[in-house]
Structure formats: structure tokens, C-alpha cells
């Protein structure tokens, strides 16, 4: 059975300093996502055994803990890679990423409509969860998604292609409970080439949807 790895950082923990502390990265790459990677495998075990012995008295929390940590680990994988030390500022035609700023342009109204409609979808997480830019395929078009925890209140067949951590293991030990100022710290360090292949990506594998058969 296939089973989940937790995958390097492609940047040292100090990489993203002063929007992020290395602290903080290193605890949550090496802790909290670890946790995610080890939870979702642990559940693929607990489901291959409940199969072999047809004993189905856990199924629906089986299920849900592989949705919650399997989330969780792909929703990460996609953070690290957002996040770049010389990145910020907005998409741009000069540095191969105006695709995208048309994108956003067309989807959003502007590039300061789609920043505020973000920021507020991350900074206004009940609890713990996510604000996403994702790619949905039925239209075509950008949308910003709320997403509760790791896996709930996610549009189906939607593609992640920024994600915002909200969870407060994310920014507690850095800035205390403003989440507010995470979020708008955060735009200092897109990686916008990352989020424009990405999207790029989304749109070539559109097709992958079944709406008919």
C-alpha cells in the first residue's frame, strides 16, 4: 500500500524571517505536519485491518481522520512551495506570471479585490482552518475558499493553488492572537511563480473532473 512521506522544506527554517521565524517553521514542518503525514498513514493501516477482519464499527471515524490528515499533509506540501524569501508584491506580465494576473483581474474584479477578499477569508477562520485561492473547473475561474480545519467547506473537484495557514500553530509563537497581521504579513512572501504553475497546472488538468461518464 502506497503511504505518505513527509517532504523537505526547499528553503532553510530561517528562509522566510522576519515574516516567519524559523522557530516557527521548524515546529510546524517538523511537528505539526509530520503529525498529518504519520495520522493519514496510521488510518490507512487502521482501514486495511478493519477490511481483512470485516469489522466496520469505526468506519466513520476512520473516514473522517483520513480526510482530516490527508488534507492536512496535501494542504502543507502546497504551503511550503507558496512561500518564497524573495517573493510578495503581485503577479506580474514582466516576471512570467501575467496568465494568472488575468486570471485573478477577470475572476476577482483586481488584484486588491482578490487580496482583500483572501485576507479576510483567512484572518475570519472560525477555529482552525485556511483561506485558499483555488482553481474551479466546472466555469474555469478563480475562487477563494474558507476551509474549516483541513477538509471541510472545500468546493468539490476545486484545485488549491495559494493556501494561508489560519491555524494558530502557524503564527501563535510569533504573533500571539493577531491573526490579522499573519495575514497581511503573509503577502510579503508569495512565491507568485509557484501559484502561476500551479494554476497553469489546474487549468491543462481540468478535463480530470467527471461530470458525465
Not at 87 to 114: C, H, N, Q, V, Y
Not at 122 to 149: C, F, K, M
Request: glycine share 10%; no cysteine.
Amino acid at each position: 500500500m502506497s503511504t505518505y512521506t513527509l517532504p523537505e522544506l526547499p528553503y532553510d527554517y530561517s528562509a522566510l524571517e522576519p515574516v516567519i521565524s524559523g522557530e516557527i517553521i521548524e515546529l510546524h514542518h517538523d511537528k505539526h505536519h509530520a503529525g498529518y503525514v504519520k495520522g493519514a498513514n496510521d488510518t490507512l493501516e487502521q482501514l486495511a485491518e478493519a477490511r481483512d477482519k470485516d469489522a466496520w464499527g469505526s468506519i466513520n471515524g476512520l473516514e473522517k481522520n483520513l480526510a482530516f490528515h490527508l488534507s492536512g499533509h496535501i494542504l502543507h506540501t502546497i504551503y511550503w512551495r507558496n512561500m518564497t524569501g524573495d517573493g510578495g508584491g503581485e503577479p506580474l506580465e514582466r516576471d512570467g506570471t501575467g496568465e494568472l494576473a488575468d486570471a485573478i483581474a477577470e475572476s476577482f474584479g483586481s488584484f486588491a479585490k482578490f487580496k482583500a477578499q483572501l485576507s479576510k477569508a483567512a484572518a475570519t477562520t472560525q477555529g482552525s482552518g485556511w483561506g485558499v485561492l483555488a482553481y474551479e473547473p466546472v466555469t474555469g475561474r478563480l475562487i477563494v475558499e474558507q476551509v474549516y480545519d483541513h477538509q471541510g467547506n472545500v468546493g468539490q473537484g476545486s484545485v488549491p493553488i495559494l493556501v494561508f495557514d489560519a491555524w494558530e500553530h502557524a503564527f501563535y509563537l510569533q504573533y500571539r492572537n493577531q491573526k490579522v497581521d499573519f495575514v497581511e504579513a503573509m503577502w510579503r512572501v508569495v512565491n507568485w511563480r509557484d501559484v502561476s504553475a500551479r494554476y497553469t497546472a489546474a487549468k491543462e488538468r481540468a478535463n480530470n473532473l467527471l461530470l458525465a461518464p
